[in-house]
C-alpha cells in the first residue's frame, strides 16, 4: 500500500525564518510525490511537485522541497516564511501501479507569527 | 480563468435523508476526482472519472454513495440514507492530459445531523 506521513500536526515559526514542514512515504515503486496547501475555506491548491530528476525541486510562492530517497522524506522547505504563508500544508503520494489514486497525508498547519 | 466550483458550500441534512453534491470542473478537464475530507484528516479518494465513466471507484465506502458525469463535464455525488458518518467535507478536483496536477473546488461541507 502507498501511503505518506506527516508526523507534525503543527510547525511553529517566526516570521523571518526558515520553515521546514515534514513528509515521509511509503511507495513500491517509484513516487510521485506532491505538497498542496489549504487555506481557509478554500480548496487545496498546488505547490510542487517531484517526478523525476533533480532533488531540489521549486514551486510556487517561494517554496521547495526536497526528495531523498534513502530517508524516503519529501520535507517542504522555505528559506523565509511569511506570516500568509500560515495555513494547512498537505503532502500526496501518486500510486505508480494506479495513476488515478492520490494518498494524503494529515495535514500539518503552519503558524507564522510576526 | 474560473477553476472548480462546488454547491452548494454548506448542506446541512437529517439521518436517512438523500444529498446531491454539485462539481464543475474546469472546462477541457477530462479527469475529475471526488474525495472526502473527515476533520482533522487530509483528502480521502473516493472516485476518479475520465471524460463520462467512472474509471475507478474503488474509494466509495459503500453502496449508499454514487457519482455520475453524464456529459462528461459536471459531476454529481449522490448520498443515500444519510448517516451521521457522512458528515465531512467532499472536495472535487478536475485536471487535463497527464492527471498529476490536481485543480481542487472548495468543498461542500455535509452535515448530518
Known amino acids: 500500500a502507498q501511503s505518506v506521513a506527516q508526523p507534525e500536526d503543527q510547525v511553529n515559526v517566526a516570521e523571518g525564518n526558515p520553515l521546514t514542514v515534514k513528509c515521509t512515504y511509503s511507495v513500491s515503486g517509484n513516487p510521485y510525490l506532491f505538497w498542496y496547501v489549504q487555506y481557509p475555506n478554500r480548496g487545496l491548491q498546488f505547490l510542487l511537485k517531484?517526478?523525476?530528476?533533480?532533488?531540489l525541486v521549486k514551486g510556487s510562492y517561494g517554496f521547495e522541497a526536497e526528495f531523498n530517497k534513502s530517508q524516503t522524506s519529501f520535507h517542504l522547505k522555505k528559506p523565509s516564511a511569511l506570516v500568509s504563508d500560515s495555513a494547512l500544508y498537505f503532502c500526496a503520494v501518486r500510486d505508480p501501479y494506479n495513476f488515478n489514486k492520490f494518498y494524503f497525508g494529515s495535514g500539518t498547519k503552519l503558524n507564522v507569527k510576526p | 480563468g474560473a477553476g472548480v466550483s462546488q454547491t452548494p458550500s454548506n448542506k446541512v441534512t437529517e439521518k436517512g435523508k438523500y444529498v446531491e453534491l454539485r462539481c464543475d470542473p474546469i472546462s477541457g478537464h477530462t479527469a475529475l476526482y471526488w474525495y472526502r475530507q473527515s476533520l482533522g484528516q487530509g483528502p480521502e479518494f473516493l472516485i476518479y472519472?475520465?471524460?463520462?465513466?467512472?474509471?475507478?471507484d474503488s474509494g466509495l465506502p459503500n453502496d449508499r454513495f454514487f457519482a455520475v458525469r453524464p456529459e462528461g463535464s459536471v459531476s454529481t455525488l449522490k448520498i443515500q440514507r444519510t448517516e451521521r458518518g457522512d458528515s465531512a467535507v467532499y472536495l472535487c478536483?478536475?485536471?487535463?492530459?497527464?492527471?498529476?496536477?490536481?485543480?481542487f473546488g472548495p468543498g461542500t461541507r455535509l452535515t448530518v445531523l
Open positions: 517531484y517526478i523525476t530528476g533533480d532533488n
Open positions: 478536483a478536475s485536471s487535463g492530459g497527464g492527471g498529476d496536477t490536481q485543480y
Open positions: 472519472f475520465q471524460g463520462t465513466g467512472a474509471a475507478d
